[in-house]
């Protein structure tokens, strides 16, 4: 197989979520196999400003909050309204914020919907009809093993992983015929800045490796082969599928794991 159906040269990009973490991970790997990468963040610009400077000038930045859902609006058309064609789409951007299941309210739902699950069916309304109609397109988004593996803390952000997973795979029967590819990657435990606190306790990092098959916990680069994988030439013939990049943690626990033991 010849290298040349792995490059994203003369593809462009827009990546949500790509101050930090999986999203900025992604960015700078679309971008080393030859995609133009639009950034978009909300309220970390300095973030933005180091994920700009790992790809190179010119980079373009977008700061827009996603629960707003005009200002979603907004941005979703500028995207569109761009002099030159969008080939893919990186939906990554979310929010998780964990509560007991017993104190969810209607703004803490709504706000998820509206990150977690609305953006994306906005940005993909917008953009995926004009793929569709050149004959070529991808949509990545960034699921979670919590679709599969949902905690009582986290009901809400994992109830809408597995409606997103649902809503990809509808709109990906739609548009397969179209050369339109439309798939989810979904991590597990990931070390990322945002849960950069939690990892330094040595007891976490212990519980989450014995929990895992592979025996470690995963980074953000550990993801970025799949995404760039399915954005590609390569993977012209994968639409609608849910790729789980976990050590094997939706298989099950590792072997010989305690029930007691919690991660």
């Not at 040269?9 to 827009?14: L, M, Q, S, V």
């Not at 050590?247 to 029930?259: C, E, K, R």
Request: glycine fraction near 10%; proline fraction near 3%; charge should be neutral.
């Amino acid at each position: 197989m010849s290298h040349d159906r792995f490059s994203l040269a003369g593809r462009r990009a827009p990546v949500t979520g790509a101050s930090s973490g999986i999203g900025r991970a992604v960015a700078i790997a679309l971008a080393q196999h030859g995609a133009s990468v639009g950034l978009h963040h909300f309220g970390d610009a300095a973030g933005a400003r180091d994920t700009a400077a790992a790809i190179g000038d010119g980079t373009a930045i977008f700061e827009v909050d996603f629960t707003d859902g005009k200002a979603m609006s907004a941005f979703a058309d500028e995207v569109a309204s761009s002099a030159d064609p969008i080939n893919i789409l990186i939906s990554n951007g979310a929010i998780e914020r964990r509560r007991a299941w017993g104190e969810v309210d209607e703004a803490h739902i709504q706000a998820h919907v509206a990150a977690n699950f609305t953006a994306l069916l906005t940005l993909a309304a917008r953009l995926v009809p004009a793929m569709a109609k050149r004959g070529w397109g991808r949509v990545v988004a960034t699921g979670s093993v919590m679709a599969t593996r949902p905690r009582a803390e986290t009901v809400v952000y994992a109830s809408l992983k597995a409606a997103q997973l649902t809503a990809v795979r509808a709109i990906a029967r739609d548009v397969a015929q179209h050369g339109v590819t439309m798939n989810v990657v979904s991590p597990g435990a990931i070390e990322t800045e945002a849960m950069a606190e939690r990892y330094r306790d040595a007891a976490f990092r212990k519980a989450v490796a014995a929990k895992i098959p592979a025996g470690r916990h995963g980074q953000a680069d550990d993801l970025v082969g799949a995404f760039v994988f399915l954005c590609s030439d390569a993977a012209r013939y994968i639409t609608g599928a849910d790729i789980p990049v976990d050590g094997g943690w939706t298989i099950g626990d590792a072997p010989g794991v305690s029930p007691g033991v919690t991660a």
